[in-house]
């Protein structure tokens, strides 16, 4: 089995995404749940939202520009089951996913 990051893209950071009702909050943490649930043992790490990022080059440190809003990782037999793992994720109702085959090292 390979390993996929999956990233979750909003136009809408992370911080904004959770500036909700207490109620609004569960309702979209059950739909996560059920998703979890419905993937089961492919889901190897929930992850979490993101934010304040940073972009780091060799000029030095600063505000990160990206959309990425959270991340999970998932196991899957070949890119098309891991992009199958998505089907009805409640991300989709915000943002995008994009899932990304975490590469062997050659050596390690």
Not at 3 to 8: D, T
Not at 51 to 70: F, M, Q, Y
Not at 83 to 94: E, W
């Amino acid at each position: 089995m390979a390993k996929y990051l999956v990233l979750y893209r909003a136009d809408v950071s992370a911080e904004e995404q959770m500036q909700q009702s207490p109620e609004e909050g569960q309702a979209e943490m059950q739909e996560w749940m059920a998703w979890a649930g419905k993937v089961g043992g492919a889901l190897t790490d929930f992850g979490s939202p993101v934010g304040n990022g940073r972009t780091v080059a060799p000029s030095g440190a600063s505000a990160s520009s990206s959309d990425v809003a959270g991340y999970s990782i998932v196991e899957a037999a070949d890119a098309d089951a891991a992009v199958a793992l998505m089907d009805g994720h409640p991300h989709l109702k915000t943002g995008t996913i994009e899932v990304l085959e975490a590469l062997e090292i050659p050596g390690m």
